[in-house]
């Protein structure tokens, strides 16, 4: 069953803690991508990368990182400069050859 | 960032009514995708757009790919309630390896039954 799959669905942290979300997939897709989502907004960039141990910023990278150390995953981390993290996660890929991004169920963190 | 004009921003629509929304934008964009996304969840493609004047369905839905290449409207013929959802429209300006989309801020749709 190919997909992409980000877990946990909820977490929840103490605020000045880091926090690692993790995003699989098995399409073969060679870019991933993180966006967040507020209620009632769009989504906003925060990385992307297009080949294993590269990864350029989005619109929104400041208190984010990432890494790139397998095809497959592309984790997530909210740092505690992040300033406003409570936030729906979503992570996507893509093929290099069609712009369609499909995406994960997303991950909705809360910090307390 | 850059994003597109979607409109409107919200419907409230009787079952059985046909819906149109649309995006428009400053940029000529190669590709336009249309999403949906149910609450809580990831959102869900339901038609990708290549060429100017494309016209392409996907059950009752209908979307194309504007002439100008600056806009793109979608169109859910007779409404039933698992429409429900927020729909996003999303396009691409293709800038060498630039895989960015650029996305609207979202149509919220709501069937009375």
């Known amino acids: ?112 | 960032g850059q994003q597109l004009n979607q409109s409107p921003q919200s419907m409230f629509i009787q079952e059985g009514e046909d819906v149109s929304m649309n995006c428009t934008s400053s940029s000529i964009f190669n590709t336009w995708l249309w999403y949906k996304q149910d609450p809580g969840e990831g959102p869900v493609l339901l038609i990708a757009l290549y060429k100017a004047g494309e016209l392409t369905s996907n059950g009752r839905l209908t979307a194309q790919f504007g002439i100008t290449r600056k806009d793109s409207f979608l169109n859910i013929s007779a409404s039933i309630p698992s429409d429900v959802g927020i729909y996003f429209c999303a396009g691409q300006v293709h800038a060498g390896n630039n895989r960015k989309l650029i996305w609207g801020l979202g149509t919220s749709l709501a069937v009375n039954p």
Not at chain 1, 49 to 54: H, L
Not at chain 1, 60 to 72: C, L, M, T
């Open chain 1, 1 to 112: 069953d190919g997909g992409i799959t980000q877990s946990p669905k909820y977490l929840f942290r103490k605020e000045g803690q880091n926090v690692t979300l993790s995003c699989e997939q098995n399409l073969n897709h060679d870019a991933m991508y993180w966006y967040r989502q507020d209620p009632g907004q769009g989504l906003r960039l925060i990385y992307y990368s297009q080949i294993v141990n590269d990864f350029q910023k989005g619109d929104i990278a400041e208190g984010y990182s990432v890494s790139r150390e397998k095809k497959e995953s592309f984790p997530l981390t909210v740092t505690s400069a992040q300033k406003n993290p409570t936030a729906f996660y979503l992570c996507a890929s893509s093929s290099l050859t069609h712009n369609e991004q499909f995406f994960g169920p997303g991950t909705r963190l809360t910090v307390l």
